[in-house]
């Protein structure tokens, strides 16, 4: 068997919620087809994706109350996965039903829990508040089936230093090198903490700030194990105190990243970039997503392209693992909690049984 | 080696009579590169589609007279599969043979059969008779390289129920779940009879019996392991008689399938829908022929979709073997009665040994 | 592991030297990655093209000076493959780089030595002096990629015979096939001399000669092992010296193929076809190669249609080895000289320990 490369005992998010609603949603997570709808109390349901009886994907079925019709012989499966109707026969097989996965719709994500459905907290949801719409604004968008291992934009967000050579005509600055970074980790998360101080600002955050001068830029990233990364980054004038906790001359964004494997070596990414500041500027919002992903040309469209490269020159180059630099601290603490929980995984455990 | 998914010793259809003539056609049955042609007496030849000295296809070469020039160093190969010339060289190697399978031409098809020539018995040929355009009219057609195996096919064919959900919006009808139906064997046949007594006539068997009323109708299909499918379908007055054998009242048609695998995961699919009326009627064979399959949008369109759908599910799926219901009877019986051609096949035997 | 069907310690073509600039040029040459670029003072550089750190092709980055600047976290390697620069820290890992490759350009073409560098001796590298452009003159091409195993375009080069049936409509002639052949062979080359004595001149022939009458016509093919094919092809008067030796009255050609595996089962293939009379008439050399490669309709384009099928014929068709014949007898010689080097290649040999 192939080893693991992610746990299956954790929240994933499966879409945003805008996209799950009255017709059958498919969509695969950790190798998983999954098929989800809202019930009519508006509640999200995810059934596995393939009838029980000759496996046909319920989701070229029909949607009826709160229940799927199989497109093929007509077998009837509820909210939970039971069969509740088998064709030309009373008698229901008990053993007839698929498997429903655990779902809980929280910051306007909805997540799917994989594995073993009775360690599902919802306690082990990641703080993804900033994607709430309430006190950060930001429109993001989806990257279906990026052509990754979804721990390689772990690695790509957990080291900010590639700014420079990717984005070297937006957002990259010789600062990001020359400023020393810290790396702190506790439980499943791992923080990487940068400060670039009394420097000459970068165009974007001076045209943000409204005003000239030097910044203090800071860049604190959160890897929250398995799949999900926070990126606090701003800027303020120098001297104003942002070092010591007081942002108030500034101005604040976050990146927001939320990872599902789809396979071993595909992705869905869910993204945002959201900010504290020109809240109600719609056309600074529209401005920022397409600085994000424009056909091509925004800087996440160009980290895919080295992605996708990256993806392929592993698969067909033996030579593992990786060598490491010091700016691989974050990423390398980041894989250490991705690994601590893909052994503790019970469904891992069983499969190697 | 994997499980065989179809015997060898048996007879394959190959193709249309129509479409072998002066030129060499190439098709791949059970995994076995075909090329035919017909020779200058009509009969038809079938080889091995790969040269003796180098392998390149001999479809690529011409067809002289009633032999086969290869098109890179100009073998040539009899209608037997025997090697006539060799390039600058007068001694021919005695072993210097391609492959040649037995074919026979009946009923307007071409069938081939891959296994053991020796045992290539015409007599086991299926009863296709159906299909002459003597006493039954109609125009099918093939889906060349169907993407899923063969069996699922017959699965379909051997279990009308699906008609309910899969044509909604057509043929289906609600009498077919509610009617019993009866599953018989006897040596490689399967039967599955169905009577609906005294229903409402759909709309189509209504139009074609001409009259209002009732009606008695009827599905009785029949799989001759281990390819063919024969329905005998059609409707009569109630009371007509037609239960007790007196069809004079009703209009009959039959499906017809004969199925060849290309490989384990995709076949060739020859259809007809033939019936004893309004024969003459050309408009009517026209549009008959466009109900199953026009772009998409035919009732056996409709069944595609779902078996390829199907097939993609079994790839990624592990879970097997299915899970049965009552209506599958028909279906089981008729995998029973593949497995036992498998089981006693001469060429799948060699390969185990 | 597979059987190796390449050496690699040999010199295989690269790329034509007008293809490598001051931009970095990617192409696989016997299953390694390789980027390529001019230094400053015009010599090539050939480095392993994936990054040492996480292994993103270094093609994707950009050149600067004489070194490869990585695309992704800027580390820098120079022309030899050490690595000059890694980001945000001044020690440099003493193992970090990647492999060079030892490069010579010559005869047009630049010639890469993908096996052990330290045997990388130039005096190794095929006669390919007719590409010159000096004493012979043609304008070749290349096709990259070739869908098959580049022994069997030594396979199709090293027997004209099939002239006779790929090109039946150009260059094909019942001559060739009736004509005796003898194939000597020393060291690591192999001959194949033909020689058509007093027989009609071909259109071709005839035409370049610009005089009527018989001809003795030549083919004398050389194999340089493991990938080097010049054929040395001509007509004269008959009766004036050509087979003693005195080819004055004659016209002189010569088909160069030089080849490299991308894969077991692709290859790129660099040819020309060159002359020496006409040398100064563009338009004959514009001819000669249409004739060759022309959207599908030149000589060269009707083997590739064979080889190309052939390849997919082996792929699927466990049938090996090959049957052969009296023609084959340069083929065969030609795959022995192949196989020899295989055998004495001390990369084959450690993957093998």
């Known amino acids: 068997m192939a080893e693991a490369t ?28 999954i098929v989800a709808y809202r ?20 989701s070229l079925g029909k949607l009826v109350g709160d229940d799927v019709v199989c497109g093929y012989h007509g077998l009837v499966f509820n909210a939970a996965g039971r069969c509740t109707h088998l064709p030309a026969q009373k008698t229901i097989n008990p053993s007839a039903c698929v498997r429903a996965y655990p779902v809980v719709e929280r910051h306007r994500l909805v997540w799917v829990w994989p594995g073993e459905p009775a360690l599902a907290d919802p306690a082990r949801l990641p703080d993804f508040h900033w994607n709430d719409g309430a006190d950060w604004k930001g429109e993001g968008g989806t990257f279906v089936s990026l052509g990754c291992d979804y721990r390689l934009v772990v690695d790509n967000l957990m080291d900010l230093s590639h700014e420079t050579y990717v984005h070297s005509e937006s957002i990259g600055h010789d600062a990001i090198l020359d400023s020393p970074f810290e790396v702190t980790h506790r439980g499943g998360t791992v923080t990487l903490a940068r400060w670039m101080i009394d420097i000459e600002a970068p165009p974007f955050w001076e045209k943000m700030l409204g005003k000239p001068g030097s910044v203090d830029r800071w860049q604190i990233v959160t890897f929250q194990a398995p799949n999900v990364v926070v990126g606090d980054v701003g800027a303020a004038p120098t001297a104003s ?21 789809e396979t071993a070596t595909t992705c869905h990414y869910f993204w945002n970039f959201v900010r504290t500041f020109a809240r109600d500027d719609h056309e600074l919002t529209r401005r920022l997503t397409l600085a994000h992903v424009n056909d091509g040309k925004g800087v996440y469209d160009q980290d895919h392209r080295v992605l996708e490269a990256q993806q392929k020159a592993i698969d067909s180059n033996p030579r593992q693992p990786f060598f490491n630099l010091n700016i691989d601290a974050g990423a390398l603490w980041s894989r250490r909690k991705i690994d601590e929980l893909i052994a503790a995984d019970t469904v891992n455990a069983q499969a190697a049984e």
């Open 6 to 33: 992610f746990p299956l005992d954790a929240w994933y998010p499966l879409a945003w919620s805008g996209e799950i609603g009255r017709s059958l949603f498919a969509r695969k997570i950790c190798g998983r087809d």
């Open 241 to 261: 105190g942002a070092p010591q906790g007081d942002r108030s001359q500034g101005v604040n964004g976050a990146f927001l990243a939320a990872l599902a494997p």
């Open 39 to 58: 019930r009519i109390d508006g509640e999200i349901a995810a059934l596995e994706d393939a009838c029980w009886h000759r496996l046909l994907p319920l």
